[in-house]
């Protein structure tokens, strides 16, 4: 399954022009740009894991995408994103936020079910992938 | 203390009927204090009442005033009780209407009551005899009020952090036939629809328990849809659960069954009242919920010019009783709404500041003194064809509800909700690269289409479709039609 958090991943996957563009966008905005990555893309997760700080002071989108190349040969078998951070004030806080990588396969989740008094579930949502630990979850898992 | 020239002489007081002018409910000379509520009315005298005293009663009516002198006035510091009626302008174009600003001192009013500041405001003097009409345009809360309202439980930017979706209008539907459905029936409409793409479903305003469907039953079922389209798509969706019920202590039934079904929002409709809906909203922040509200019922009051309530106050009381989403037109759909009226309500819901701005409707500065925000929402006979004119129109923080527009779909409901997701997705990338979508809008979508099927069919389905109707509720500084 492909999992379809984010802004554009109803679209086929993004470009490195399209990417570049709206990264671009971002930058056009005040915002500042930040790459994140994850082996555990459960709905839930908040915190995947930061590829550097975001970059405050980088102005143009060339100088960005040295940083998503560097993250994607690093971590080709990750989920990585691209956020757009707005420290406005009433925002303060992520304005943009895409996928630009994925694994090359994707289990998708199981959900199980805890039968409760009146008919209630409680629902429980795991990824089949988040059985392995962390870094042997998906592909070859060769980098941690 | 008090005006010292006519209002403390006994003349003043003595027993028998004044103008309202007389008895100092127009002060054409009053510089409003940054603290007072400042209301703008549209009046229509009756033949023969001139404007300034038609304003004057109209401040009276709605603060101290009763239609004869009374001595017990006397014993009060009545001078700064007044409203006061200080500027009376003629509208534009409608030689019997006149715009009257009236002021009113904070002391009037309780702090956080919604209840209260429309008790006053709109409370016996919209019957009263010498106005053959009046409408309640626009208001301003000052700060020190504003401050005393906790507001939306949720606003917009932590609803975006919770639910994990950025940059783009989010995506809804109304489960359709409204009525009818049994339980099990119902969620299968909210499982497709929200697994073809859609982060949200709604029941729809008339859906509370009835025989068809009792409430639990909707709220199981719909919770099992929510947490498989969850699981198959790996993005946090939700249901609006209706708890709209005829006392509070079912309201509030319902409201724990949802949060202890793990629900991240539930729903009340305007017709439950004001007091309802600031306590719906207490339980909402205490309980991490999204509200949305439905504002069911308010085309009786909000839509003809000379008569009621403008949807923009309506939006501002919204906004300070503290809802998180709420219904505010759509422009190009089939319900009522001018492009400029509609703007001023999103402006009013979503701005940190709203400058004024005559041509969208909006008389005052406002400042809504770091109040949270409230998400729009755009629901009634829109369709993924108009998603560059609502894009444009509406921008990003609105959930756009296509209900027909996503069940309707000829190849079933998820496909429809795949079709507007992807229009809406392809809409914002063009947009971010710098595309005039306005111009170049059906071009985009037809190229999305070509790697969507399912938006293909859309596009075949609905892409002619308008509602091009002249709107009732215009703004008066710039006479527009509603664009296609």
């Not at chain 1, 190349?69 to 806080?93: C, M, Q």
């Not at chain 2, 715009?99 to 409370?123: P, Q």
Request: proline share 5%.
């Amino acid at each position: 399954m492909r999992i379809t958090q984010g802004t554009f991943s109803y679209l086929p996957d993004l470009s490195r022009e399209q990417i570049a563009a709206q990264i671009n966008y971002c930058l056009e905005q005040g915002w500042a740009v930040s790459i994140e990555y994850t082996d555990d893309p459960h709905p839930r997760n908040t915190y995947w894991e930061m590829f550097g700080m975001p970059m405050f002071d980088i102005q143009d989108a060339a100088g960005v995408m040295v940083e998503v190349d560097r993250a994607l040969s690093e971590f080709p078998e990750y989920y990585i994103k691209v956020n757009a951070f707005d420290s406005t004030h009433g925002w303060e806080t992520v304005r943009l936020s895409f996928i630009i990588n994925r694994p090359g396969e994707e289990p998708g989740f199981r959900l199980d079910r805890l039968e409760a008094e009146g008919r209630t579930i409680r629902y429980s949502t795991h990824t089949y992938a988040g059985q392995n630990p962390a870094g042997a979850r998906y592909g070859r898992g060769e980098t941690a | 203390m008090g005006n010292q020239e006519t209002q403390q002489s006994s003349e003043r007081y003595r027993a028998g009927v004044l103008k309202y002018s007389q008895m100092g409910y127009w002060q054409p000379d009053y510089e409003p204090a940054e603290t007072d509520v400042i209301a703008l009315f549209r009046i229509s005298p009756q033949e023969g009442v001139d404007p300034e005293e038609a304003a004057a009663a109209v401040a009276g009516e709605s603060s101290t005033a009763t239609w004869t002198v009374v001595w017990t006035d006397r014993l009060t510091a009545c001078d700064r009780y007044r409203a006061k009626a200080y500027r009376v302008d003629p509208v534009p174009g409608a030689p019997d209407q006149y715009f009257a600003y009236i002021a009113y001192d904070l002391d009037l009013f309780e702090g956080g009551s919604i209840a209260n500041l429309t008790a006053s405001i709109i409370g016996n003097v919209f019957g009263f005899k010498p106005l053959k009409a009046l409408r309640l345009e626009d208001m301003r809360i000052p700060v020190a009020y504003v401050k005393t309202f906790d507001g939306p439980p949720t606003g917009i930017v932590v609803e975006r952090e919770r639910l994990d979706k950025f940059g783009r209008p989010l995506l809804g539907a109304t489960v359709k036939p409204k009525l009818g459905l049994s339980g099990k029936n119902y969620g299968r409409v909210v499982y497709e629809a929200l697994r073809g793409g859609l982060d949200f479903t709604k029941d729809d305003e008339n859906i509370n328990s009835q025989p068809f469907m009792h409430w639990r039953e909707r709220f199981l079922y719909c919770m099992e849809a929510v947490n498989r389209a969850q699981a198959v798509s790996g993005e946090v969706k939700g249901h609006y659960l209706n708890v709209t019920a005829a006392t509070m202590e079912d309201m509030y039934e319902r409201a724990e069954f949802a949060r202890e079904l793990g629900s991240v929002i539930i729903m009340i409709d305007l017709v439950i009242g004001y007091t309802a809906i600031q306590s719906m909203a207490k339980w909402a922040r205490r309980n991490d919920m999204i509200l949305h509200l439905h504002r069911a019922g308010h085309s009786t009051y909000t839509r003809q010019k000379n008569h009621g309530v403008s949807f923009r106050v309506i939006s501002k009381w919204m906004r300070l009783a503290g809802v998180d989403h709420i219904h505010a037109g759509t422009v190009v759909g089939k319900l009522e709404g001018d492009p400029n009226s509609v703007q001023g309500f999103y402006n009013v819901l979503r701005e940190d500041h709203n400058p004024v701005d005559l041509q969208r409707g909006l008389f005052f500065e406002q400042d809504w003194a770091g109040l949270n925000k409230v998400m729009p929402v755009a629901s009634g006979g829109i369709h993924a064809g108009q998603m560059h004119q609502l894009l444009h129109y509406l921008g990003e923080d609105v959930v756009l509800q296509f209900g027909g527009g996503t069940i309707g779909h000829p190849m079933g409901i998820a496909a429809g909700a795949t079709a507007n997701r992807v229009a809406l997705e392809a809409m914002v990338l063009a947009r971010n690269e710098g595309r005039d979508i306005w111009n170049e809008g059906p071009d985009i979508l037809k190229a999305a289409a070509k790697q969507c099927r399912p938006l293909e069919a859309a596009l075949d389905t609905w892409g002619e479709i308008t509602f091009d109707y002249t709107s009732t509720d215009t703004p008066d500084f710039v006479p527009t039609a509603t664009a296609s």
